[in-house]
């Protein structure tokens, strides 16, 4: 049975099954599917071969994506692979013959550490490989180990690359040492910083558990951890119960640790946690060259997690830094409003004491203007700040436009600036959404208007229906500075305007966003004769239930 779990994207949290031997992976899909609207209809598909399962792009606009690489052929699975597509991430969790648990989700019985001995070790292990910087560097084996060892560190580069957290990067490497490695238990340890106590983070083993003889824990060994721990370096344990130099390790009698490999994961010369592996000898006995590279992936191992702690340390720095400012922008904003609203009411007071209609109906336009400018902020603050799910329905894009362009009207009269519409009124109505669209109409609209001077601007706003792209387009057009080259970058991020003290920054970057949820896109052209274009393209195809033909993805 395929099974995918979805780490990130609209479906976040679910878990999709299907036992069919082809499985289907996109919008259209009765058996995966999903409502990332950034994916195609028939984006990709997974088949089952004789060894497991395979997963081919179906030539999707946005590709299909393999622990971040873009596939290019077919390419088999492995446990733990994540898998990319449009916005959607999913790890691939379909070999049924390991068992997997992590962190909080491991079974209170499933791992134990015996009492084990309090002494040091001495000269009781058959082979040792020092965790240091040397260890990464592997001595010139045989082929065959040469092959795995390159394997296993392309594929842990990989790990690191992708700054995974904490947990999913153990995961990941225990993954890497169960396909490239003969092991039957494997429990990876993460020290307590506050205990220092060693807690098992992720576990795996071959076959289910309840076929286990007896429904016996996962015993590690102290004794050995400890040893590992206080000595720094990897162990290699032959046959374990035979050893007399472990015979105070009562979980090598307890469960017959006859091959036991156990190395730390060492970063900046502090103990993270280490790797446990064992292997009954009747299947394998491992060997020197197996510890050697047992202990190469802990140490990279304990690099990664420093690299990915200390990348998520500079990451919640600059999360504090940007909520900061953030904040101390929009405060500044709502000051402007607030005093402008002060201002009106005042004026408006002064106006009903002395009964002077016209100074009453100055004032009440100015709280009138700074009302509606809150009311945009709040609007813009909510699209921004949470994903929200398009509800779609037939509608006329021109219809949409029309009502924005009544609502607007006022203002761009109090500014005296010519506000002109061309609607294609053969345009047939389109799956979207109306709040959304909406709002990015209201956003680039208004945003023109703004950018024009007072009793000279012109603002053009036109509707067009591309019947080979099916595509609807909206193009809002301006006689205003336009955007300096310098700046075209930058000017859907979030908080930047060109207005200063006027803008909040928001309203391009909602308007792109919602685009993007809608399936479109929204561009910024900078026609020869000045001035600015946004144009706005949707897709008039269906994109919730299944069709036939090529793959569809975004409008381009």
């Known amino acids: 049975m395929a099974t995918l779990i979805v780490l990130q994207g609209p479906d976040k949290g679910r878990t999709l099954r299907t036992a069919d031997e082809t499985v289907l992976i996109g919008r259209g899909s009765t058996q995966i599917p999903l409502t990332d609207q950034t994916i195609s209809r028939r984006h990709a598909e997974l088949k089952m071969v004789a060894d497991g399962w395979v997963l081919t792009d179906l030539n999707s606009s946005n590709g299909t994506y393999i622990n971040g690489v873009r596939i290019e052929k077919p390419t088999r699975l492995k446990h733990g692979d994540q898998i990319r597509v449009g916005g959607t991430l999913l790890v691939y969790t379909g070999d049924e013959s390991v068992q997997q648990f992590s962190g909080a989700g491991i079974p209170q019985?499933?791992?134990?550490?015996?009492?084990?001995?309090?002494?040091?070790?001495?000269?009781?292990?058959?082979?040792?490989?020092?965790?240091?910087?040397?260890?990464?560097?592997?001595?010139?084996?045989?082929?065959?180990?040469?092959?795995?060892?390159?394997?296993?560190?392309?594929?842990?580069?990989?790990?690191?690359?992708?700054?995974?957290?904490?947990?999913?990067?153990?995961?990941?490497?225990?993954?890497i040492v169960f396909e490239?490695?003969?092991?039957?238990?494997?429990?990876?340890?993460?020290?307590?910083?506050?205990?220092?106590?060693?807690?098992?983070?992720?576990?795996?083993?071959?076959?289910?558990?309840?076929?286990?003889?007896?429904?016996?824990?996962?015993?590690?060994?102290?004794?050995?951890?400890?040893?590992?721990?206080?000595?720094?370096?990897?162990?290699?344990?032959?046959?374990?119960?035979?050893?007399?130099?472990?015979?105070?390790?009562?979980?090598?009698?307890n469960l017959g640790l006859r091959s036991v490999i156990c190395v730390p994961i060492v970063a900046r010369n502090q103990i993270?946690?280490?790797?446990?592996?064992?292997?009954?000898?009747?299947?394998?006995?491992?060997?020197?060259?197996?510890?050697?590279?047992?202990t190469a992936i802990g140490y990279q191992t304990g690099l990664a997690i420093e690299n990915a702690r200390l990348v998520q340390s500079h990451l919640r720095q600059e999360r504090m830094a940007a909520a900061g400012e953030t904040v101390a922008y929009l405060s500044h904003y709502i000051k402007n409003l607030l005093q402008g609203m002060l201002s009106g009411a005042d004026i408006l007071e002064r106006g009903l004491d002395k009964r002077d209609l016209t100074l009453t109906g100055q004032g009440w336009n100015i709280v009138e203007r700074n009302l509606d400018r809150s009311y945009n902020l709040m609007m813009n603050m909510l699209a921004f700040s949470k994903p929200r799910e398009p509800r779609l329905e037939h509608l006329q894009l021109n219809r949409i436009v029309e009502e924005v362009v009544t609502l607007v009207q006022k203002q761009a009269d109090a500014k005296k600036v010519m506000l002109l519409t061309e609607l294609d009124e053969h345009a047939p109505p389109i799956p979207i959404d109306y709040d959304g669209v909406h709002q990015v109409a209201l956003n680039i609209i208004t945003n023109a208007i703004d950018a024009v001077e007072p009793n000279k601007g012109v603002v053009n706003v036109r509707t067009r229906y591309d019947s080979a792209r099916r595509q609807a387009m909206l193009s809002v057009t301006?006689?205003?500075?336009?955007?300096?080259?310098?700046?075209?970058?930058?000017?859907?991020?979030?908080?930047?305007?060109?207005?200063?003290?006027?803008?909040?920054?928001?309203?391009?970057?909602?308007?792109?966003?919602?685009?993007?949820?809608?399936?479109?896109?929204?561009?910024?052209?900078?026609?020869?004769?000045?001035?600015?274009?946004?144009?706005?393209?949707?897709?008039?195809?269906?994109?919730?239930?299944?069709?036939?033909?090529?793959?569809?993805?975004?409008?381009?």
């Not at 900078?526 to 274009?533: N, Q, R």
């Open 478 to 556: 301006d006689n205003g500075p336009g955007v300096p080259e310098e700046l075209r970058d930058k000017v859907f991020d979030a908080f930047h305007s060109t207005k200063g003290h006027g803008g909040t920054g928001l309203g391009l970057s909602v308007a792109r966003k919602i685009v993007r949820e809608l399936g479109g896109r929204i561009e910024l052209i900078s026609p020869p004769e000045g001035g600015a274009e946004f144009l706005v393209r949707l897709s008039a195809v269906e994109r919730v239930q299944p069709g036939k033909g090529d793959t569809q993805g975004p409008p381009r």
């Open 180 to 253: 490239e490695a003969e092991v039957d238990r494997g429990v990876i340890f993460v020290r307590d910083e506050t205990t220092d106590e060693l807690l098992p983070e992720v576990v795996r083993f071959r076959g289910p558990r309840d076929q286990e003889p007896n429904g016996k824990p996962i015993i590690a060994s102290r004794t050995i951890m400890n040893h590992v721990v206080e000595s720094r370096e990897g162990v290699l344990c032959s046959n374990a119960i035979a050893d007399k130099r472990f015979k105070s390790g009562k979980s090598v009698q």
């Open 272 to 294: 993270l946690g280490v790797i446990h592996l064992d292997c009954p000898v009747t299947r394998h006995t491992y060997g020197e060259s197996e510890l050697r590279l047992i």
């Open 109 to 175: 019985n499933l791992v134990t550490l015996d009492a084990g001995s309090p002494t040091i070790v001495d000269s009781s292990v058959v082979a040792t490989a020092p965790s240091n910087e040397d260890s990464v560097v592997l001595a010139a084996p045989e082929t065959v180990y040469a092959v795995k060892a390159w394997n296993v560190m392309r594929e842990l580069s990989h790990v690191i690359g992708s700054l995974l957290p904490t947990d999913q990067l153990l995961a990941r490497v225990l993954d």
